[in-house]
């Protein structure tokens, strides 16, 4: 058990340090990713649970009020709760998630977990929740399954059996990447070079001779990077969304020295960008971009590697490539990505990824049955509008 107090601080700089202290921290636990959903119709909730002489109390923290001392806190959680609308009219139900929450201090903890979890299935009885969807970043295994490297995680096995027990589903809306790529940066740079594919390094050197130059963006480089991901997202088949959230996001995590832009350059015009966030210790590569000008000089390896140096400079010790298959067959779409990512040098971790709890059993099979028809219509839209954004 880990002992933490926190007081005389701001509340965003308060919940940041206890959300850091975790095991299984994540960006998505943060004040500012909490700041930023309000701004598009998600409530927050700041949840924390503190193992007292009285036993573990679960309380919601006010926003109005200072951050307070905080003593033997086991367990937080940021949960984002989103009002129905139908017609333009909001419903008396609502959906909540806590993004890559809650986080715990030891998942193996029986007590702990069954507190957790039931607090949170109390709670989201309370705000009247269709359901509440978690996906906390508890690893199920490591390695790509049948091959001679991969290993099962028995807490994260027990983790998938205690939900189940309890009514938990696993979600049919994955919101995040289930499966990762990680790769440890707690290695110099040459030895991160030697861990790479021989390929790999070969691309990397083949983009420096060529000429290829990455730099930090600034803000005012932002509408360029969103223009680069309006157009991979129409080469590559995915639905993104209008380019004043992008804007707003990749701003304000920049402005609060948790993220940081690249764009990699040839002959002064900008090929390829990605955004990187970094969190306690962990960087995370969220958003890559590129264009059919110039693929031939391999800007997004070099980009790759100044992200991995990036990473280093700011204290992170694992970079997380966001993203592997669900089924590890080149039938699947992420195959070609898990290649690029595994000639880094990143190693493939399984995760439980995102469960249910049906609170109101029959809307939740109403809302499952109406997702996909929703989910549909939006990428058509999004694909539409993106064109226009492009200039396509």
């Known amino acids: 058990m880990h002992e933490r107090v926190f007081s005389s601080l701001p509340f965003a700089a308060g919940w940041n340090q206890l959300a ?10 943060t004040w500012e990713w909490a700041q930023f959903k309000s701004a598009y119709g998600w409530q927050q909730h700041f949840l924390v649970w503190q193992d007292l002489a009285a036993g573990l109390i679960f309380k919601q923290l006010d926003l109005q009020e200072p951050f307070p001392a905080l003593e033997r806190c086991r367990a937080a959680a940021v949960v984002l709760q989103r009002r129905l609308r139908l017609a333009g009219l909001a419903l008396p139900v609502s959906v909540l998630y806590a993004p890559k929450g809650p986080l715990l201090d030891e998942w193996g903890d029986a007590r702990l977990r069954g507190q957790v979890l039931a607090d949170l299935a109390n709670f989201a009885r309370r705000q009247g929740a269709i359901f509440l969807k978690i996906d906390p970043d508890v690893c199920l295994g490591t390695g ?21 027990s309890l009514g938990w589903q696993f979600s049919s809306e994955q919101v995040q990447f289930r499966n990762s790529m990680l790769l440890d940066l707690r290695r110099d740079e040459e030895a991160l070079l030697a861990g790479m594919k021989q390929k790999t390094r070969y ?26 991901y309006a157009e991979t997202s129409l080469r590559d088949g995915f639905a993104i969304r209008e380019e004043g959230y992008y804007l707003q996001l990749w ?4 402005r609060a020295g948790l993220a940081q832009a690249l764009i990699a ?24 971009m590129s264009r059919d000008l110039h693929r031939e000089a391999m800007p997004n390896y070099l980009l790759q590697w100044e992200a991995i140096r990036w990473a280093r400079a700011q204290g992170c010790s694992v970079y997380d490539l966001w993203g592997a298959p669900d089924n590890f067959n080149s039938q699947d779409p992420m195959y070609g990505v898990y290649r690029f990512k595994q000639g880094l040098g990143a190693s493939v971790v399984r995760r439980l990824g995102a469960w249910d709890l049906p609170i109101s059993p029959l809307l939740y099979r109403v809302y499952q049955q109406w997702l996909p028809q929703v989910l549909e219509w939006m990428r ?8 226009i954004s492009a200039g396509v």
Request: proline content about 4%; overall charge positive; cysteine-free.
């Open 265 to 288: 350059r040839l002959q002064g015009e900008a090929v390829a960008g990605v955004i990187l966030f970094a969190f306690a210790g962990r960087a995370w590569f969220f958003y890559g």
């Open 380 to 387: 058509r839209r999004g694909a539409r509008r993106t064109k």
């Open 251 to 254: 701003q304000s995590f920049m």
């Open 144 to 164: 790509v399954p049948g091959e001679a490297d991969s290993t099962e995680d028995p807490l994260g096995q027990l983790v998938a059996q205690a939900l189940q």
């Open 20 to 29: 850091a202290s975790f095991p299984q921290a994540h960006v998505l636990q």
């Open 203 to 228: 691309n990397l050197r083949l983009a420096e001779r060529k000429g290829v130059t990455v730099s930090h963006a600034v803000e005012a480089d932002l509408p360029l990077l969103y223009r680069m």
